[in-house]
């Protein structure tokens, strides 16, 4: 008995000790964020010569992991020694996937990084910025004149409300390096063979697939297993349709917008109406994106809508016979309208010991020498595109495509930044449209549904 | 009769055990009663997560879909299993080494690489289409990890693959056991192949069957990486399971009481599940 009594003891002494432990905190009572208000409250003097700060080390943290990324940043952080001999960059670089993951651990640990690349989107950025963990940059912006070197379609992509509620505008909250933008690649020979020649207007070339599907070619690659694709396909089209400005909204999650309108029920019963027909091929949504662009670079279809970020490797594969155009305005001689943005922007956090340097970091990064090195690198530069000289001949179809849209047209925010779910709202419900599963009203009705939920919820 | 001595001994694993195990345990328990985004301090909620989880018909599609899972997991691995052992220690066939670890092969492979491997098998136009292609069968031709009712039964078909193997090594083990005099015996009865397999072989392997059963129910429940990998829970989301939607709440959308009280729910289903298996086992021993 006594055995019995003593380990009922026991168990009782090890809950209880357990129930003291986790009583000690709520979670998130000991993070950073808390106190991140004093820093970012008072403005201090903005400095921009950092030569006389004294010793600094600078932690920072980018996921430009692949080739010409690696390259450019390596030679922009040597660079910036070489000028402030007195500033260490402590560089750590990781995958996208991996930031994001780390991020947010990071921010609110004791060791967070003095400058970050930062997701552009609600559920990080705007998270972040909402708890104080991100630093205002308005004061450098005037110093450095950032609002002159970047357009506001540039600028609009990383500025958020202090409170994190309205993104789009408010405070500048980060830089980018690069731009992107979805588009059409084509496959010149192809196009040649067909008699057919790069649409000028949305109609020409709404009206160019079904004459394509008719002489057994794919008129659209889509490989879509992974569900975010399709937007890429959707983006451009809902540009077609509906009013920038709407699109904007939806994007950025900001109130006053609706996905119920008719414009909106076009655009997704335009896309199902292409899948219906069959020009995105056979088993769209069981095909993996990399194998169907690769396949694309090997002769298949003719049309593949996708982001500028494939252009250096379909030139490496398809060389002269690949081009790209922006997705055609429905007027003839207007700004093209398509879904791109930038690059992730480098933020300064709000633990950094020294912002002017960290600023002065940012400023370097993006500033007309550094886009020189960018666009050297086979990187897009994210201003003044077209007056960089593009590494080939596709990325400098790609660079004018980028150029007219962010200086006559309208560059869309990606439509999975409006809210926290919108990704997957989207990327399964695009999927069931596409498959037929869904109507074009429950899909509109479903991103809607979302949408509303979320700008309520935020007020 | 001695007292506290032996806790004494058994402290330092207690320790390591608690720290590493029961304490981030408890820890997600009180973190699922917040409603935390991981960065600012957290609200206490009470159960509004657990009612969330409850309430939610997509993640109660998830918890359906990880239930279709246990019988690709776990059902057929062991029914299938249950025949292959038999077959390979009755048949005395040579080289038995070499077949039990072919078997096994799968168990050894990281889950990433099989589903990458089984996400080329299963592409529009990967081997599997292309061998029913090959020998005429153009109509049984799939999307298969496109398709809205194909795709949840063609990744569970993966998780048979990759758990026969263990199932069938672990009932081969058992086998082993039983002494040669009982089939012996039966067959002087009268006892054909099918009748001794169900009448010695199945009983004796009871134990085998226990372990087997709880090791790939928890493997069928706790599927994260096949899933992310191959389907990222499409088409639609005819494939979600509630592990993905743990990681996705705690790092893409930044609900980390949700995701806690998702694990919570989940570990105690996984827990219950297992307790009814060995119940059941012990019972009717």
């Not at chain 1, 950025?125 to 609002?147: I, S, T």
């Not at chain 1, 660079?399 to 930044?417: F, H, K, N, S, V």
């Amino acid at each position: 008995m006594t055995t019995t009594r003593s380990r009922r003891a026991a168990g009782l002494g090890v809950l209880a000790g357990a129930a003291l432990a986790l009583a000690a905190c709520t979670p998130g009572s000991n993070t950073a964020g808390d106190d991140g208000g004093e820093t970012s409250g008072e403005p201090t003097d903005v400095r921009t010569d950092i030569s006389d700060v004294g010793d600094v080390t600078l932690t920072v943290w980018d996921q430009e992991v692949r080739g010409g990324q690696n390259e450019q940043i390596e030679r922009l952080n040597e660079a910036f020694m070489e000028a402030y001999p007195n500033v260490e960059i402590q560089r750590e670089t990781q995958s996208t996937d991996d930031l994001n993951a780390t991020l947010r651990l990071a921010l609110t640990g004791e060791d967070a990084p003095d400058v970050t690349q930062v997701n552009n989107s609600r559920s990080q950025m705007g998270q972040y910025v909402g708890a104080g963990q991100l630093l205002p940059l308005d004061d450098y912006a005037e110093a450095y004149g950032w609002h002159d070197r970047f357009g506001d379609s540039v600028l609009q992509n990383s500025s958020y409300s202090p409170d994190g509620v309205t993104f789009g505008e408010g405070s500048v909250y980060g830089l980018p390096q690069v731009g992107e933008v979805v588009g059409v690649y084509y496959n010149r020979d192809k196009l040649d063979e067909l008699g057919l020649e790069v649409p000028q207007t949305w109609s020409e070339f709404v009206d160019q697939l079904p004459a394509i599907a008719d002489r057994g070619e794919t008129p659209l690659m889509l490989g879509n297993l992974d569900q975010w694709p399709a937007l890429h396909v959707f983006g451009p089209v809902q540009g077609a349709y509906v009013d920038p400005a709407e699109i904007r909204d939806l994007g950025f999650g900001n109130a006053g917008a609706t996905w119920t309108d008719d414009a909106n029920l076009q655009a997704a019963a335009t896309v199902q109406e292409w899948a219906e027909e069959g020009y995105f091929g056979d088993g769209f949504n069981g095909a993996d994106y990399d194998a169907v662009w690769q396949s694309f670079t090997e002769g298949e279809g003719v049309y593949l809508m996708a982001g500028s970020w494939l252009a250096a490797d379909i030139h490496a594969a398809m060389g002269e016979t690949a081009g790209f155009f922006a997705p055609p305005p429905t007027e003839e001689g207007a700004g093209p309208v398509t879904t791109g943005g930038t690059g992730l922007p480098f933020a300064v956090t709000s633990q950094a010991e020294h912002p002017d340097v960290a600023a002065a970091y940012i400023d370097f990064l993006t500033d007309a020498d550094a886009m020189e090195v960018i666009a050297e690198t086979g990187n897009m530069p994210v201003v003044e595109t077209s007056e960089h000289e593009a590494p080939d001949s596709l990325n400098a179809e790609v660079y004018e495509a980028y150029d007219r849209t962010i200086t006559d047209g309208a560059l869309l925010p990606y439509l999975d930044w409006a809210t926290p779910t919108m990704g997957e709202t989207l990327g399964q419900g695009l999927q069931s449209l596409l498959a037929g599963e869904m109507s074009p009203e429950e899909f509109t009705q479903a991103a809607e549904a979302d949408y509303s939920e979320f700008v309520d919820s935020n007020q | 009769m001695y007292g506290a001595t032996p806790y004494w001994f058994l402290l330092p694993a207690f320790v390591v055990y608690a720290a590493f195990l029961l304490y981030p345990l408890g820890r997600a328990v009180q973190i699922s009663l917040y409603e935390w985004d991981g960065l600012s301090l957290a609200t206490f909620v009470g159960l509004a997560n657990y009612a969330d989880v409850l309430t939610d018909a997509a993640l109660r599609a998830a918890f359906g879909h990880a239930l279709v899972l246990i019988v690709f997991f776990a059902v057929l691995p062991l029914g299938i299993g249950l025949v292959l052992a038999a077959l390979l220690m009755r048949a005395r066939v040579r080289g038995l080494a070499f077949f039990r670890t072919v078997v096994f092969l799968p168990q050894v492979i990281a889950m990433v690489v099989v589903a990458v491997a089984w996400r080329q098998i299963y592409a529009p136009d990967g081997l599997l289409n292309t061998a029913l292609r090959a020998v005429g069968l153009d109509a049984l031709t799939r999307t298969w990890l496109g398709d809205f009712t194909l795709t949840l039964p063609a990744v569970g078909l993966i998780g048979t693959w990759v758990c026969t193997g263990l199932v069938t090594v672990l009932l081969m083990a058992g086998m082993a056991r039983i002494p040669q005099d009982l089939y012996e015996a039966a067959t002087l009865d009268g006892a054909g192949p099918v009748r001794t397999f169900l009448a010695i072989t199945v009983p004796s392997v009871r134990p085998e069957i226990v372990v087997s059963l709880v090791l790939t129910i928890i493997a069928a429940l706790k599927t994260f990486d096949l899933v992310f990998v191959t389907t990222r829970g499409g088409p639609g989301s005819t494939t979600t399971v509630p592990s993905y939607e743990v990681y996705r709440r705690a790092f893409e959308l930044g609900e980390v009481g949700s995701a806690a009280a998702v694990a919570v729910v989940l570990t105690a289903l996984i827990f219950l599940l297992n307790l009814a298996v060995n119940r059941i086992g012990e019972r009717e021993r």
